[in-house]
């Protein structure tokens, strides 16, 4: 809501500055956006009389003024503007003086423009005719009559005067954010109201009388309500209408409220508008077939052309103003073309109505288009402003001599709307507040909102005016109270309780995934959930692949984020090729996300939601097993140990001799009793050269995904004591003669098999390949450790489980030790 302070000084008395008021107002609960000083600008502009026009002697389009300025000699100002006439009053930039800006056709310049005198083909000219545009007002505010060349003012003024005080336009702009529940203070009187009970000052309300009326109303229209979509619609008539320009006080208004002035006629219903809240039409009675309004829904399919020349099809839920034979206008949002007020129109009705708020929000959405009056009805009015609304109509009427009010008014309202009473407690509000007001000064808060207290005692009966329709339970007149008291002198406290602030195991679980990541020197990453399809098909995976099943966004912003992202995998390979396009020589960097799934087999179900976690790596010092090495570190502080990779040859994504899938075995309570079971994990590798030429990454990359809520499910966070060993290890070095083919998981997994609980770990620690080994060969050397808790072990110990582990290893995978 734009407020202008120098007019809201017609409704209270402000006597602070600007600034102070803003600030207090936000105190009370007035929460605020912008603050814009106006005329602050203009210096040295004056007002000016034009006495003379001569042509300039070198120049066509060019004419030579002379000016009284209030100066002893006339003031000569060369000027190209086409609507100036002798005897025209014009504000005039004197030599020196400095004005807001823009000049015609040049950008705005902070700080405003300096005016300096000079010469216009060869003529002096001191000065400059300043337009609307040239003194800082914007091109929608500008009024029809002043759209083009200089200003003209209205009437005559005292030459040489200030410009900006003469026409009052030095005043404070300010935009108020309103929220939905407050719709009274979308208007000058409801701000007037919150400012008066914030300054303790009294509330003038506009006046609304008329002097002298002619005729009845009935002699003039009917009105028929036929829908339960308006809760009031009252009508007026005046006839006599004169239209012109409206006098410089109402235009200063509407201009400093960001309207532009059209006519007498209009700019009063837009004032009105603007002083109470309540939307304002006027027809044209001469286009009311039958000198009848009825209002009704449309009829489904029909036509209608709305006063901006648009042609619409209208539905049967929309409801409508219509005459006895046609649709006039669209309730509550827009009049039609066919009723619209002209030059030549003499007499006109005025509607000033009430239509429920779901019914023009609907139809306002439904038309795509969303104008001040369906903005302010959207927000549900007070339907008792109608008939107080219509009459401040007519009053200015009178006032300005725009037209005669003929005297009545059609007021159908079969149900009127009351006032509600909300019981509040002064001991309720002291104890929610934190303060210790007494009875009394509760009362003087409530009623300076113009709220009637009834009750005795401890109890306060509040009855709000009809304006005020969130006042509707007891919590909502402690917020009342609370605010005029003042929000910043309410007492500070710390909540009480006894609840501690805890995470969730889940969470514990990705941050302590998080700290080890970092751990590693890896940086964490966030990437868009909002993805391309196009994006699947980069990192090459099958078509039928599960991670196709989109979910699909119903209005997306554009085809790059036009579903939802399966796999964390393609974001990460974006950024990597982002950071190698701008030459990081490596980089190691990780994301947990979240990740969503179509649920194919019942699509009315909700879509499958999972973490997964992605890591992405490449430089010189990155290879296939330092991401392994980084997976290997990351689940065993996650508590988990028993790891397997299981080389994998399908997956698009990676390298066919270079990726493995990663899978966990744990025991699993079943019905059976506990069982070993197996749980995929994810899958890493080298990712395949044509999906790292896709995403511009040219050297050797690598990545991994891991199911993070597998990864959650296995995870075993709790640490076991165990005490440091009493009794000396002993270690055995076997070199195995192996095929190409054979995997060090497969070796390991026979040997921990076979070499019981005496085995404490087995270790990789050289593969060779060369003249002693023969082609499709590689000998595998392993460091056994062993040791028992209990006792030194011997030879012969040690001797009886390793023999079994060798044996174990020729049958099952018919490995023998190599041959020194």
């Not at 208004?253 to 508008?273: C, E, K, S, Y």
């Not at 554009?558 to 390979?573: A, F, H, K, Y």
């Amino acid at each position: 809501m734009i407020v202008s302070l120098e007019w809201l000084k017609d409704y209270t008395e402000v006597n602070v500055s600007p600034e102070e008021f803003c600030e207090r107002m936000i105190m009370s609960g007035s929460n605020l956006e912008t603050m814009e000083m106006v005329g602050e600008e203009m210096s040295s502009v004056v007002v000016g009389k034009i006495v003379k026009i001569e042509k300039h002697p070198d120049a066509d389009k060019l004419v030579v003024c002379q000016l009284d300025c209030g100066q002893e000699e006339p003031v000569q100002i060369v000027t190209g503007a086409t609507n100036v006439f002798e005897g025209a009053y014009v504000p005039v930039a004197l030599h020196g003086s400095r004005i807001p800006g823009p000049l015609h056709g040049q950008p705005k310049v902070e700080g405003g423009v300096t005016i300096n005198k000079g010469e216009l083909r060869g003529v002096e000219s001191n000065g400059m005719l300043c337009s609307f545009g040239e003194l800082g007002f914007e091109d929608k505010v500008v009024p029809v009559t002043q759209r083009d060349g200089i200003w003209i003012l209205e009437k005559e003024y005292p030459v040489g005067t200030d410009f900006a005080e003469t026409m009052e336009l030095k005043d404070a702009i300010i935009d108020f954010e309103i929220t939905p529940n407050r719709p009274d203070c979308l208007s000058m009187v409801g701000m007037a109201r919150e400012a008066a009970a914030t300054f303790g000052t009294e509330l003038h309300h506009p006046e609304t009388k008329c002097e002298k009326e002619e005729g009845d109303v009935n002699d003039y229209i009917s009105v028929e309500v036929k829908s339960d979509l308006c809760k009031r619609y009252t009508a007026r008539v005046i006839k006599d209408v004169k239209f012109e320009q409206s006098p410089w006080w109402l235009q200063r208004r509407l201009i400093h409220a960001g309207m532009r002035p059209i006519n007498n006629i209009v700019d009063i219903t837009n004032f009105v508008m603007l002083e109470y809240g309540q939307p304002l039409h006027a027809f044209d009675i001469n286009s009311v077939a039958g000198a009848k309004i009825i209002v009704d829904v449309a009829q489904e399919g029909e036509k209608f052309t709305t006063l901006d020349g648009t042609e619409r099809t209208l539905d049967d839920q929309m409801l409508m103003i219509k005459d006895a034979e046609k649709s006039i206008g669209i309730a509550g949002v827009m009049g039609g073309l066919n009723s619209e007020i002209e030059e030549t129109t003499k007499t006109v009705i005025l509607e000033s109505a009430n239509f429920l708020g779901n019914s023009v929000r609907t139809t306002a959405k439904r038309l795509v288009l969303r104008t001040e009056a369906s903005a302010r009805y959207e927000k549900v009015i007070d339907p008792n402003l109608c008939r107080e609304a219509s009459d401040r109509f007519c009053h200015l009427v009178e006032l300005i001599g725009a037209g005669t009010v003929v005297g009545g008014c059609i007021d159908i309202y079969p149900n009127p709307e009351e006032a509600k009473t909300v019981r509040a407690r002064v001991s309720r509000i002291n104890n929610v507040l934190g303060i210790e007001l007494t009875r009394q000064q509760m009362v003087d808060y409530l009623t300076s909102l113009e709220m009637k207290v009834e009750g005795e005692g401890d109890e306060m009966l509040v009855t709000a005016p009809t304006v005020r329709q969130d006042m509707e339970i007891e919590e909502d007149v402690i917020e009342e109270i609370a605010r005029l008291y003042g929000y910043d002198n309410l007492p500070v406290t710390i909540p009480k309780g006894n609840n501690e602030a805890s995470q969730t195991y889940e969470r514990d679980i990705k941050d302590l995934a998080r700290e080890t990541m970092c751990a590693m020197g890896a940086n964490e990453i966030q990437t868009y959930s909002f993805v391309s399809p196009k994006e699947i098909d980069k990192v090459r995976i099958a078509e039928d692949s599960w991670e196709r099943a989109f979910v699909k966004i119903l209005n997306p912003l554009g085809e790059d984020t036009s579903v939802m992202r399966t796999i964390l995998t393609p974001q990460m390979l974006e950024v990597m090729g982002r950071n190698f396009s701008r030459n990081l020589e490596s980089m190691r960097a990780f994301e947990i996300g979240n990740t969503f799934m179509d649920n194919v087999l019942n699509p009315k179900a909700l879509p499958y939601e999972s973490d997964n976690l992605c890591i992405g790596m490449y430089g010189k010092e990155e290879d296939f097993f330092t991401l392994k090495g980084v997976v290997v570190e990351l689940l065993n502080k996650l508590g988990i140990r028993d790891i397997q990779f299981i080389p994998e040859t399908e997956y698009g994504v990676y390298h066919p001799g270079r990726c493995a899938r990663i899978v966990a075995t744990h025991m699993a309570e079943l019905e059976n009793g506990p069982m070993e079971e197996e749980v995929e994990l994810g899958i890493m590798g080298e990712v395949h050269p044509e999906v790292a030429d896709a995403y511009g990454i040219g050297t050797r990359c690598y990545t991994c995904e891991l199911m993070f809520e597998n990864v959650t499910e296995l995870a075993n966070t709790t640490k076991v004591y165990t005490q440091l060993p009493k009794y000396p290890a002993m270690v055995r070095d076997i070199a195995l003669l192996a095929d190409e083919e054979m995997t060090v998981g497969q070796i390991e997994a026979v040997i921990t098999e076979a070499a019981t609980e005496l085995l404490r770990s087995v270790k990789l620690f050289d593969i060779y390949r060369g003249k002693q080994v023969e082609e499709g060969k590689k000998s595998m050397a392993f460091s056994l450790t062993y040791r028992a808790a209990d006792r030194t072990l011997t030879d012969e110990d040690v001797q009886a489980v390793h023999g079994k582990v060798l044996e174990a290893l020729k049958e099952k995978l018919g490995l023998t030790l190599r041959e020194m």
